[in-house]
């Protein structure tokens, strides 16, 4: 039997601000900017991998957080550069997430030229009042301002998340944001309904919602303006134009392999001799995952099951929120 696709998934786990609806393994920056060595961690988790790997190849590599953008350029160039230097590519599919007004002083032709060939913005809503009450730290402004330089930097391959029953939002605030979200083109959009989930802010002190029929109203809409825009849903909350549906997350619709490296990165590789399933588990806290890499003890999950049986997805592919 063929190898899967195999997806490599790199968490970057530090914001800005924490989000008060966010269940994501994200934490707040103490400091100006990420620790520098957190890279050096993550080539070293990455070359611990290697040897379960041999001879295959990445199809994906995929940037996610926190707020991927809070590093520079030049990180991303050593970590593709060294997956460059270490496998052999079938297509490259480089992703990088963040919020609309994280890109800093390092502008988007620096992740262009690192090898990002796939941003995603957390662009989530055009309203001001609503920007505020999610805790977002960007402005509407600086979404436009994003999607230009990506235009200007010829980073066509975009997706924008976009979340809808927001607190307090009436139907037309809602239909709205779907409309400017359009008009901007983005090749992607993630249309995901604000959910509450333990542990965070907002479980513990609930903000207004709108009640299920007004939220079910919202979304119908919303899925009735992308499709008329030519976004066709292909996942629960994913709408892509032609040829634009993320690689990536469809690797874990397909019970492909991914390898996941970073605090709290979850990962499945397929083996062969015998027959299983390894999934492997990386600590959440980055200090503990940075102490535990110098160490080399990570969680191992080796099922010993024939590999039909072992598919299933792991409980934290699947955020229910965007970011
Ligand atoms: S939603 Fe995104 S930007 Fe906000 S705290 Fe979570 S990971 Fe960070």
Redesign the pocket.
Known sequence: MPDPSLALYVHMPW?V???P??D?N?HQLKSAAPDGSYIDTLIRDFDLELPRLAGRRIDTVFFG???PSLFQPEDFSRLLGLCGCAWRWRRCGNHLGG?SGDHRAWTIRGYRDAGINRVSL?AQTFSTRALELLG?IHSADDTHRAVAELRAARLDNFNLDLMYALPQQTAEEAAEDVRIACALAPAHISYYQLTLEPGTVFHSRPPPLPDEDAAWQIQSTGQRMLAEAGYVQYEVSAYAREGRRCRHNVNYWLFGDYLGIGAGAHGKLSLELPQRILRTTKPKQPREYQEQARRAAWQIHDTQQPLAKAHSLPSRTYPS???
């Open positions: 914001c601000r924490k989000c609806y966010c994501f994200s957080g926190g707020t919020q957390g977002r929120n965007s970011c």
